[in-house]
């Protein structure tokens, strides 16, 4: 079986690395000619609306797949028409606008920050004079690691923020002074069988991952997986789905999901039995899922920007280390480290100890 990829990232590449045990091949459509994920497999390196580009990967491949949210709606549609492309399209039209995606959650009952939708100005100051502030307002689109974001403090802002997003369609999101963040990373394969990662806390800095932690046992994973499964079910989805929670006062606010393979899931590599980008293949490809649980207690750092002494972070006993094959450039995911241990006091201390990482 040959697999399309649409994007050549580094979940791309990571798709491909658990995808050659399968028996897999894969077909990368990404304009970037030193993609991350070419040398796993073969590059059409040409942009996502170039229709011959879409029409030599329609003919090579026997299913789609992507590893970001902003693949253009005309590129999605073109190649359905073509062949399966999985997670569904219609769940990701709802999860690249944030106004559709966070009205879905509330009409299936699942709790989110209070949010209202800013088409101008005049609505950002009714919006403002309506939930106070402070206030977040975001990009319908095309935000990601806290990209199209302008906190609002303080009513002179107001003007600034929308100059700030350019003037584009957005929402007015309440802040949530979260207690922790936590992600859910689901799965439903093409028969309609689900399966549920152990929970993973999460820290960011300026919007952007640095840290993962998986959590054995923890006392909110019921209600995440009945939020993650209510979503699966409803979308008919077809893939792996991470969801993403703020937590406060015992309940989970779900701030947004993401139709892929997630960064809050790259632990699963060795933390799990079954990782979640097997399993994603697994589930675009109608096999049976693999198993979703923990080999022990299991933490994942990022590396941003620069890399530690590669030296230093392999001395640590259970570190793991993935290198993207990416030059080194400010806020840039150039890598992570996944660090495993058998409790989660050796767990701690190894990460601790993990060199040039921000603790
Ligand atoms: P997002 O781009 O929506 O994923 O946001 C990136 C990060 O910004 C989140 O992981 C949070 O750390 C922070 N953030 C986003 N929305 C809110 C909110 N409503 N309240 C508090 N923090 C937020």
């Not at 990368?28 to 390196?45: I, K, R, T």
């Not at 101008?120 to 009714?126: E, F, G, P, V, Y």
């Not at 909110?220 to 699966?232: S, T, V, W």
Request: some cysteine; hydrophobic content about 45%; charged content about 20%.
């Amino acid at each position: 079986m040959r697999v399309g990829v649409l994007g050549g990232g580094q979940l791309a590449r990571m798709l491909a690395l658990a995808g050659y045990p399968l028996g897999l091949e894969f077909v990368f459509l990404c304009p970037v000619p030193d993609a991350c994920a070419a040398p796993l497999g073969e590059h059409l390196c040409a942009n996502f609306d170039d229709e011959a580009a879409l029409q030599r990967l329609a003919g090579s491949v026997d299913r789609v797949t992507y590893e970001f949210e902003s693949v253009p709606a005309g590129t999605v549609a073109y190649l359905n028409d073509k062949l399966p492309v999985y997670p569904p399209p219609p769940a990701l039209a709802t999860a690249r606008d944030r106004l559709h995606e966070k009205s879905l959650f509330n009409e299936l009952g699942i709790d989110t920050a209070p949010f209202m939708a800013v088409d101008s100005l005049d609505d950002l100051q009714q919006a403002v004079a309506k939930m106070g502030l402070p206030a977040i307002l975001k990009t319908r689109t095309l935000g990601y690691d806290g990209k199209g974001q302008q906190w609002l403090r303080d009513p002179a802002e107001l003007m600034v923020a929308w100059e700030g997003i350019n003037g584009t369609a957005a929402i007015l999101e309440g802040v949530v002074p979260f207690e922790r963040e936590v992600s859910i990373i689901a799965v439903r394969n093409l028969a309609g069988e689900m399966a549920f990662y152990p929970l993973t806390e999460n820290r960011h800095a300026a919007g952007i991952l640095q840290r993962s932690i998986s959590l054995p046992d923890d006392p909110m994973q019921g209600l995440a997986e009945d939020y993650a499964q209510r979503l699966l079910e409803h979308l008919a989805y077809v893939g792996v789905l991470a969801v993403e929670f703020f937590q406060l006062d015992g309940q989970l606010l779900v701030n947004e999901m993401a139709p892929r393979v997630h960064n809050s899931g790259h632990w699963t590599i060795e933390g799990a039995v079954s990782s979640q980008f097997e399993n994603h293949l697994r589930a675009i490809l109608g096999l049976p899922l693999g198993s979703t649980a923990l080999t022990g207690h299991s933490g994942m750092v990022n590396l941003i920007g620069e890399l530690p002494d590669i030296d230093a972070v392999l001395s640590i006993p259970g570190a793991h280390l993935h290198l993207y094959g990416k030059g080194p450039q400010p806020g840039r995911k150039l890598g992570h480290i996944t660090v495993c241990a058998d409790n989660g006091d050796s767990l701690q201390h190894r990460l601790a100890v993990m060199p040039g990482i921000q603790s």
